[in-house]
């Protein structure tokens, strides 16, 4: 019998890499049908109303108030200050990078990750036209401060006059939704042992949109919950070759002398 390689199945990280441009207007696309989208999201009385019955909800089931979180950032005025411009800054810069990294390193897993995002934030649209939400800084009744505007930076302007940005559209929170996402997506993709880490990007993003009172426990509970079904339909690519064949290469001289004296003897 001679002794022969098979050559190795091409891994899922094995095909082509979607064009880059094409890739950056299709999800530059994706965006802009959302963010129009959003802004049928109005009714600003029924906005109000839903606020009220979240926020009774959350008491009702003892979740941990907002207000536990905020008063952490409040200690002083630097540290709320990072937390709103993290809030402003962080989220839109931290998923494009995030994409474009997995486009240009793991083709495969960026293809899985852009499904996924946009699935959840298509389900987040129906969701927000379905159930217009205030957020708890214009609730009285939550007794949170607007952070961002007492100590600032904000993104949003006044409500009445606000043409860019729907502000009652807050659940669920694709900041929270698309945070998880790229820790999953980084976790998956790489194989350090750090890699586990990236989880602190969706944890910090929950503590800063409920400290900053731009969204309720409630809004990142439900951006979850969008996300899981999203993840068992959409399945990840499996493992790749390139680890695979760093595991190959790291036998010890024994085993690969093993393998030699099995491979002459066929």
Known sequence: MNARTEPAPAGSDA??????????????????????????AGHTGEAFHNAHRVWDFERAVHLPGEGAVQSLLLHGDGVVN???????????????????????????????????????TAAALVLHLLFPLAPPRMLAATGLVDTARVYGPSVYGDPATDSLSNQFAAMPSLHFGWALMVAIGLIGATRSRWRWLWLAHPLLTLLVIVGTANHYWLDAIVAAALLGPALTIIHPPHRTTTTAGRAQGSLVPAQRDEQALVGAGR
Not at 16 to 33: K, T
Not at 90 to 108: K, N, Q, S
């Open 15 to 40: 095909i082509a890499r979607p064009p880059l441009v094409r890739e950056l207007l299709l999800v530059a696309g994706l965006f802009l049908v959302y963010k129009f989208g959003r802004q049928l």
């Open 82 to 120: 990072v937390a709103n411009t993290y809030y402003a800054s962080v989220h839109f810069p931290a998923t494009a990078a995030f994409l474009v990294w997995l486009c240009l390193r793991h083709p495969a897993h960026y293809v899985w990750a852009r499904r996924v995002l946009a699935a959840v």
